[in-house]
């Protein structure tokens, strides 16, 4: 059986997350998401978020604390994370 390609990987992990019951720790929420976004978007552009409350700003220090990484490597973490909360 040939190894599954990224994409296939993070679209997976992707519906693993979506589907999560458990409530978790605001920190590993905003890691996911920032994981999410880069691997999605790419880097963190300030004028994202037209409504900037605390909550946005808190998406945002989180986007763009993980902005150095490639696309690749942000799904490779995000998979890597919700694998790992899943187990």
């Known amino acids: 059986m040939p190894e599954k390609d990224l994409d296939t990987l993070f679209q997976e992990a992707y519906e693993k997350a979506s589907n999560m019951q458990q409530a978790l720790p605001q920190d590993v929420m905003l890691r996911i998401y920032a994981y999410y976004k880069q691997a999605t978007s790419g880097e963190a552009n300030q004028g994202y978020y037209q409504n900037f409350d605390l909550r946005n700003a808190f998406k945002m220090n989180a986007w763009m604390q993980v902005q150095h990484l490639t696309p690749d490597e942000a799904k490779q973490l995000y998979i ?7 187990k």
């Open 80 to 86: 890597e994370t919700i694998n790992s909360i899943i």
